[in-house]
């Protein structure tokens, strides 16, 4: 989980979005989301399951790692569909 939110973290800098490191995890999903709205719920879901796992002690299982893993693709996926229909 950890390693998909800071993923989202680094494409959204590659993207030019600012992102600071007094942000919460969810204000940084907010502001992400509000810039590409097509992926909000993906955004919103790595980072709600960031937050669980880092600061709620919630140890993830298999089943939530492979969803976090679907999250991320299907994110990309969008981006990707988005990017491609921006140029």
């Given at each position: ?73 299907s ?13």
């Open positions: 989980t950890t390693d998909a939110f800071n993923k989202m973290r680094r494409l959204a800098r590659f993207l030019g979005i600012s992102s600071h490191s007094n942000q919460t995890p969810y204000e940084f999903a907010h502001n992400f989301s509000h810039y590409i709205p097509d992926i909000s719920s993906e955004i919103e879901e790595i980072s709600h399951r960031f937050v669980l796992e880092t600061y709620g002690a919630k140890k993830q299982d298999s089943t939530d790692l492979i969803q976090v893993r679907r999250t991320w693709k994110l990309k996926y969008s981006l990707m569909r988005t990017l491609r229909n921006i140029t």
